[in-house]
Nanobody, 124 residues
Framework: QVQLVESGGGLVQAGGSLRLSCAAS????????MGWFRQAPGKEREFVAA????????YYADSVKGRFTISRDNAKNTVYLQMNSLEPEDTAVYYC?????????????????WGQGTQVTVSS
């Protein structure tokens, strides 16, 4: 099993930046692809970004391309989401997730482990 803990959320003004971190513990020796998802009030959880085990393949939702960057440091068992040019529409609870296997995926049903989430609020 893998445990995931997100951090770095908070309140920021539009145009600002935040960096989310997701620390993994437990069975981290396995090859997990990692993803970030978000859920706004009254909406379904949606894909934001994903990275494969090696960190070379990344995917982004169209709504965040050019503004968000996902990366990982396997030595630290941590994945990051750098968020720039934040917009009020980015307000949501952000979740880190792990998918077994080396290939990154955008599908939330292919992620078997989830963190508790961290709140990101962007004020206008």
């Amino acid at each position: 099993q893998v445990q995931l803990v997100e951090s770095g959320g908070g309140l920021v003004q539009a145009g600002g930046s935040l960096r989310l971190s997701c620390a993994a513990s437990g069975r981290t020796s396995s090859s997990y692809s990692m993803g970030w998802f978000r859920q706004a009030p009254g909406k379904e959880r949606e894909f934001v970004a994903a990275v494969n085990w090696g960190g070379r393949s990344v995917y982004y939702a169209d709504s965040v391309k050019g503004r968000f960057t996902i990366s990982r440091d396997n030595a630290k068992n941590t994945v990051y989401l750098q968020m720039n040019s934040l917009e009020p529409e980015d307000t949501a609870v952000y979740y880190c997730a792990a998918s077994t296997g080396p290939i990154a995926t955008t599908r939330k049903d292919e992620y078997s482990h989830w963190g508790q989430g961290t709140q990101v609020t962007v004020s206008s």
